[in-house]
């Protein structure tokens, strides 16, 4: 596709349970970035990848919250014994090269919600 | 304090009207400064960015730095139904990934 997809869309699970989220890039695109957006609030950076490796991980909220990119395409975030507070829009976005002015290009993003 | 800060709103304006929307930040090594819009259940798309202090103008829309005083705007004139939205400004410089704020929540009313 031309754009970034991110499935699922909306996933509701319950307290405890694992959940991954998959996004796809632009094809090309070298940098990934993964953001969590709560209601009314500005997307918050929680990793970003340079090819395989995280080059920065530090908005990870715990270690709870994981992620990979093992081919340097798709990234799957992993967020295990889930919390009600994990309820947001993860967002992902992907951009030519990471940092300066590069455009980052945002997927609609997946919605959980954990009940 | 958080690095960005952004008046939520919302704010409502008719159409036509000039709108301003502005950002202050406190971390001296952001460089390049952008607003991203955001429709309702959308992502975040790129509407400008500066790199530095000083103006840039596309079509109805302006963007102003002044990193003196630490404070972005953005201008939109004759706003337009289309433009509701929820505008976040955003910044980047040293060894930081790209920080947001809040948003503000613009409707434009016919």
């Known amino acids: 596709g031309a754009g970034v997809s991110q499935t699922p869309s909306n996933k509701v699970t319950e307290k405890g349970k694992y959940v991954e989220l998959r996004c796809d890039p632009i094809?090309?695109?070298?940098?990934l970035y993964w953001y969590r957006q709560s209601l009314g609030q500005g997307p918050e950076f929680l990793i970003y990848f340079q090819g395989t490796g995280a080059a920065d991980d530090s908005g990870l909220p715990n270690d709870r919250f994981f992620a990979v990119r093992p081919e340097g395409s798709v990234s799957t975030l992993k967020i295990q014994r889930t919390e009600r507070g994990d309820s947001a829009v993860y967002l992902c976005?992907?951009?030519?090269?990471?940092?300066?002015?590069?455009?980052?290009?945002f997927g609609e993003g997946s919605r959980l919600t954990v009940l | 304090q958080k690095e960005v800060e952004q008046d939520p709103g919302p704010l409502s304006v008719p159409e036509g009207a000039i709108v301003s929307l502005n950002c202050t930040y406190s971390n001296s090594a952001f460089q390049y400064f952008m607003w991203y819009r955001q429709y309702s259940r959308k992502g975040p798309e790129l509407l400008m960015y500066t790199y530095s202090s000083g103006n840039k103008e596309d079509g109805r829309f302006t963007a102003q730095v002044d990193k003196s005083s630490k404070y972005i705007s953005l201008f939109i004139r004759d706003s337009q139904p289309s433009d509701s939205a929820t505008y976040l400004c955003a910044m980047i410089g040293g060894n930081t990934p790209l920080v947001f704020g809040k948003g503000t929540r613009l409707s434009v009313i016919a």
């Open positions: 094809s090309g695109h070298t940098a």
């Open positions: 976005a992907s951009s030519v090269n990471a940092g300066g002015a590069g455009e980052l290009f």
